[in-house]
């Protein structure tokens, strides 16, 4: 198995992620980095404590010293690696993932996750147990301003006297996750008006679980409309992702979000700004991006593989459907935080309700599932089958199979990166297409799964 997943290194806190695999992990880590000062943070999980704890002592017993960031969200840590010019960061976190799991997400310099070629470094490392030999104790230090500084720095990128004078009502379900210690007072800076929704920091995520999609929300969508608010907005675990519901409490997967954010910045802030996306992304984006003489760069699934194509292309937008937006002005990694912000500001200035902004758009249906499996066999057998089914129009296999059955509708298949799942995404301006061939080709991964 490797060591990596699609975002980091998760796993059951004491089955997976045991003390001594924790330890080797970090070695590697220690002989990765080399020298320098690295940047702890941590989420809210049960364990998170715990395994900051490894990871800082087995750093300093490498020699290398350490900055305590304390509980913040991915992207503050992130900002604050780039920002103050340590050599790299560790975030303590598994994300979405259930409580009983957590993971090490390491950063590199540039505030961005370790791209996939440094990750093979790593596990290079990790599997020869290559470590190195330190003879000085390296020394823990702690920061306590990057919230404040990064709230500052965020507020910088939007018109804030402009969102105050709307007195916007935002409804937050923050899910219990780290970004109850960010997401209300930025807004609250912003001059709105806060309603929360589990919004007490707690690793066993008793609200409504770490991850925000649109059947757990239902709290959220009822709230935002009986209180008249103008946004709602979720957060996952780790605070980096961000899902938003309308007025009407209608909830927007993130892709439909994300497009309506660029739009917005390639027609106003950055023309021809260059976007980047993984193919599993709205075709709309691409046609609205086009329309407006920006290029769309896709790639693989994971926001690891869209951020390093953002800093490739020197791109200032990135986004992905899962409701992870990247506004590259501030740093080149999905930000729910700064996100939130961007959206008031969308607001702001075209002075629309939210749920008119989204009929602005054009009509498309979406379709996304999942289905249990962990044995990779299978899973590449399941895509065989898929991609050998029928005649599309055409087949891209850049990750797993997207199946394009006309120019504006496709299916895709692929295996999560961090969970023992097969993902299918969908999408068709024709909504009875889209449900056929989702029944279509849900038949096929059944009998191949042995469910029929």
């Not at 960031?69 to 560790?90: D, H, M």
């Not at 440094?118 to 490392?125: A, N, R, T, Y």
Request: proline share 4%.
């Amino acid at each position: 198995m490797p060591l990596f997943g699609t975002n980091g290194i998760r796993g059951v806190f004491g089955k997976d992620l045991t003390l001594d695999f924790l330890v080797d992990v970090t070695h590697s880590l220690a002989a990765y980095y080399n020298d320098g000062t690295i940047l702890i943070g941590r989420d809210g999980r049960n364990s998170s404590h715990i395994v900051f704890n490894i990871v800082t002592a087995v750093l300093n017993s490498n020699g290398i010293d350490t900055v305590d960031a304390g509980i913040l969200p991915t992207p503050c840590l992130q900002y604050a690696t780039k920002k103050n010019k340590f050599k790299g960061g560790v975030m303590i976190t598994a994300s979405h993932n259930p409580p009983e799991y957590n993971g090490v997400k390491p950063i590199a310099k540039d505030g961005v996750e370790l791209s996939r070629d440094d990750e093979i470094l790593v596990e290079d490392i990790f599997r020869n147990k290559t470590f190195i030999n330190s003879n000085k104790i390296g020394r823990n230090f702690k920061d306590e301003t990057i919230i404040n500084a990064y709230i500052d720095d965020v507020l910088e990128l939007v018109d804030v006297d402009r969102i105050k004078q709307h007195n916007f009502k935002i409804t937050m379900d923050l899910g219990n996750g780290v970004q109850s210690l960010v997401a209300p007072l930025l807004a609250k800076r912003l001059g709105c008006t806060v309603i929360t929704v589990n919004g007490t920091l707690d690793g066993s995520f008793p609200g409504r679980g770490s991850e925000p999609t649109p059947s757990n929300l239902e709290i959220l969508r009822s709230i935002s409309k009986e209180t008249k608010s103008d946004l709602g907005a979720a957060y996952d675990g780790d605070g980096d992702r961000s899902i938003f519901c309308d007025e009407l409490g209608a909830v927007h997967w993130g892709d439909r979000t994300g497009t309506l954010l660029a739009k917005y910045l390639i027609t106003t802030k950055h023309p021809r700004a260059k976007i980047v996306c993984p193919v599993n992304t709205t075709h709309i984006l691409t046609k609205i991006a086009q329309e407006n003489n920006s290029e769309v760069f896709h790639t693989k699934v994971g926001s690891v593989e869209v951020s390093r194509e953002m800093v490739k292309q020197n791109a200032l937008i990135g986004m992905e459907e899962n409701g992870g937006f990247m506004y590259g002005v501030l740093n080149q990694v999905r930000d729910g935080a700064l996100t939130t912000a961007l959206m008031l500001d969308l607001l702001a200035s075209e002075k629309k309700l939210l749920s008119e902004l989204f009929l602005s758009l054009p009509a498309v249906f979406q379709y996304k599932s999942k289905f249990p499996c962990s044995d990779m066999g299978l899973i590449k057998k399941v895509i065989v089958n898929v991609k050998n089914h029928g005649s599309p129009m055409k087949i891209e296999t850049l990750d797993g199979v997207k199946i394009w059955l006309d120019e504006e509708s496709w299916l895709m298949l692929r295996p999560s990166g961090t969970e023992p799942l097969i993902r299918i995404y969908g999408e068709s301006s024709d909504e009875m297409l889209l449900n056929s061939k989702v029944n279509e080709y849900t038949r096929i991964i059944r009998e191949t799964l042995g469910e029929d």
